[in-house]
């Protein structure tokens, strides 16, 4: 989909400008929200950036889940020095809930199968990475719905690709009219040089027999 084209485009953007201006901080970059259709398989992104790197002794990470900002947050998914990223038994996922991430990249994403309503809420992307000071948070609002509203850019992006071809089209529709009618006074001009040429024969040769 553009939207999630445009969701990527925009965290590599806040990466490259971090790298540009310095690195002063850890930073946590996810998505504001996500879409999810009912009974799908939804990927959810966390990534970050740090000026260093990370350290398996001392780095540590939580996912967690609240159905509003207000309520208590559920644990899910952890971090342990020997087995890395884990996924914790939970009532709510069961075992639906997969690392999909890779912590080379200091990609820490999750993927979420067979949406279901009842797992619409905030998802928070915790991460600490010593020595980094400040831990970072990414929280993500996911959004359960039964059915996708068509995407908004498509449509954007099918008028402008037809407005491109349409004026395309208009072009070489003029390209040919313009060869046909220089072909056609082409042929006219042949067709009267080639009357002139036999009307001078025509008239040589009754000039011939009078003077015979």
Same mark, same amino acid.
């Given at each position: 989909m553009l939207f999630q084209f445009f969701q990527i485009l925009f965290q590599f953007l806040v990466l490259l400008l971090l790298v540009i201006s310095g690195c002063s901080s850890m930073d946590v970059i996810v998505p504001t929200n996500i879409n999810a259709l009912n009974g799908t398989t939804v990927k959810i992104p966390c990534t970050f950036t740090s000026c260093y790197k990370m350290?398996?002794?001392?780095?540590?990470?939580?996912?967690?889940?609240q159905e509003t900002l207000n309520d208590t947050e559920e644990m899910?998914?952890?971090?342990?020095?020997?087995?890395?990223?884990?996924?914790?038994?939970?009532?709510?996922f069961g075992d639906r809930v997969i690392f999909a991430g890779n912590l080379d990249k200091n990609d820490l994403s999750i993927t979420l199968s067979d949406v279901q309503l009842e797992d619409e809420g905030i998802y928070n992307c915790y991460v600490r990475n010593p020595p980094d000071r400040i831990q970072g948070q990414g929280v993500i609002k996911l959004t359960v719905v039964t059915e996708l509203p068509p995407p908004r850019d498509s449509t954007i992006a099918v008028a402008i690709g037809a407005?491109? #071809? #349409?004026?395309?089209?208009?072009?070489?529709?003029?390209?040919?009219?313009?060869?046909?009618?220089?072909?056609?006074?082409?042929?006219?001009?042949?067709?009267?040089?080639?009357?002139?040429?036999? #009307?001078?024969?025509?008239?040589? #040769?009754?000039?011939?027999?009078?003077?015979?």
């Open positions: 350290d398996i002794t001392k780095f540590a990470m939580n996912w967690t889940y899910f998914m952890t971090y342990y020095r020997k087995k890395g990223m884990v996924a914790l038994r939970s009532d709510r407005s491109v #071809g #349409g004026a395309l089209a208009l072009l070489i529709l003029s390209m040919v009219v313009v060869k046909c009618l220089r072909r056609h006074r082409k042929q006219e001009l042949i067709s009267e040089e080639k009357m002139e040429e036999e #009307g001078k024969l025509e008239a040589e #040769g009754v000039a011939e027999e009078e003077t015979k």
